[in-house]
């Protein structure tokens, strides 16, 4: 017999408690049982329902006064505030690739987080002052940034970024962090450096005020300004997401232990949970100060994305990232919930679009990348949503208002009429997806009283989309009103989808001025519409095996028992867009080879308009 055979049932416990989910060993754990399915864009995920997403820049190479004034094709890294009743979003900006020189940071404000302004230069190419020749420094500069606001205990925001040597802004290539308030006039005070690079130069210069193009803080006359800077350097927490540029040679971060992109949030319980980079979590319980050694969460599939995590207004939890393990195809963006911070589930699509890459450039990853919503003390938006901004191929910048709590299903019927919504507001439980060029809004009914949705494009690579999830069955009438202002150019396509995103009903108001839908692989073309005039369509789905569905327009029926074009057991959505079903680029698309701008990527085409009104939806036997 071993002798130490009656040790191993102590053994055994031993690693069964450091494993223990909620400690340090698995600080958080994903017990669902949904994966993404990497061969199409919405990753076969539910949805969580009545996300708004809307495009705030557009980029525009040719005409970029239509844009940011720039013009330049590169842009990522967001960051989220809302102060002073106003959002606040900052990203950084390069002409083409990313971590080639020159790189400026820009901040565009909403009032309502649907409406957005022009975006402005905050954070300029970085110039050194005259005569300060740094030989690591040929390449020129750029910036980089993990953290962009901060509210101060006294009521100032600072606005922040990270100044630093191309190629490379870490350790030595790392000049250091810039600082400087935004008033509530909407201007913003001078530019100073709050904390330089703790790491020399390569030929050993260290930074400071005589090397640098920007003054320290403390020579700010200022003291609101000079207690806010104060209040931040000492919050050790907040600070702590300034680690992956500069590793603090000089002891700043107490020799904590981190890894890339930190977001974190407070669990009901008092501790913090750190959350980085593939997969990465801590645990402090001292708000802060020190941290448990970082471990990869098994259970969060991820890649080099950022991920997000907070506590929402609903009292519970959400995680938000891109759960697969690829870092040039960042899609779709999800998010998982829980009650304590600790177990989360239901992995659910927060953005589900990929439109094409108009504009290629270095390490521009595909599809929605690094997500990041409003950290803890930098302010509160009206309602219970949560706000996530995030870039779209490296290229434009989105932002996505989540309502709290955040849910899958639906029960009861759908009668939505739109008649008691606000105009240019939101529209409650629908999904909704709105470039610049291609927005979805509530709208006067035309030549009626009453509402109505309103989705327009002149986009020439993506569209507008509207989702409205409903009661899952296998039985389903639906209704709607459909009205195109013109039937030469744009399409729309109405679809049915399973809980996958499979689309078994398919019907399509075509740029021939022709309304199509399919029966089984067959397209028919059932009857010509008119611009300005309302067409009453009701769907009747039998979606059991060898289902088949009744299509009536205005009350006639011009399709009975018409094959699905795909089997399914049950629907569960009805999508609206102005433009076909894509799912490419795809897993396999070449995402760094070089190529031209997409024809007419800068240019609006003849502009598409449809309404959409009085959508019912039921369960019938």
Known sequence: MNPYFFLLPVFFCSLQAQAQTGSPAEPVRYIGGETVDPSVHEGRLRYAVGVESRQTLRVNHTHPELADNQGWTYNHASNLCYWNNTFYQQYLSNPVDEHIAPGQTLVITSKDGRQWGKPEVVFPPYVPPTGV????????YMMHQ??????????????????????????????????????KDGTYGPIYFI???????????????????????KKATDTGFLDACNALLSDKLMTFQWWDEDRGLDGFYGG??????LSYYHRKDGKVVALWKRSHSALSSDNGLTFSDPVKVPTLIMAGGKQWGQRTDDGRYAICYNPIEMDEHRFPLALITGDDGILFDNLLIVQGEVPPRRFFGRWKDFGPCYVRGIEEGNGNPPGNDLWLTYSMNKEDIWISRVPTPVRYAVSGPVMDSFDGLTLNGGVPDWNIYAPKWAPVSVVNTPGATGKCLELSDKDPY??????????????????????????????????LTDRYGNRPVRLRFDEKGSIVATDGSTEKHLQAYKPG??????????????GNYDLAIDGKTVLEKAALAEAVKSVERLSVRTGPYRDLPNRKTPNEEPGPPLPG????????????????IKSIK
Do not use: C
């Open 256 to 261: 904590k232990k981190a890894r890339e992109a």
């Open 195 to 217: 904390r330089y690079s703790s790491h020399p130069t390569l030929n050993g210069i260290r930074w400071n005020e005589t090397n640098t193009s920007y003054p320290f803080y």
């Open 146 to 183: 993990r953290m962009g606001f901060y509210v101060a205990p006294n009521g100032r925001l600072l606005v922040l970024a990270f100044y630093g040597h191309t190629e490379d802004p870490f350790g030595q290539g790392g000049i250091g962090r810039v600082v400087r308030e935004a008033y």
């Open 133 to 140: 020749t740094i030989p690591d420094s040929s390449n020129g």
């Open 462 to 495: 993506d569209y507008a989309r509207a989702i409205r999830v409903f009661e899952e069955g296998n039985r389903i009438e639906t209704k709607l009103r459909i009205q195109a202002s013109q039937n030469t150019t744009g399409m729309l396509e109405i679809d």
């Open 533 to 546: 005039q309302w067409y009453d369509l009701t769907f009747r789905v039998n979606a059991s095996p060898n």
């Open 601 to 616: 990527a800068d240019e609006a085409v003849t502009p598409a308009v449809y309404y959409l009104d009085d959508v019912l």
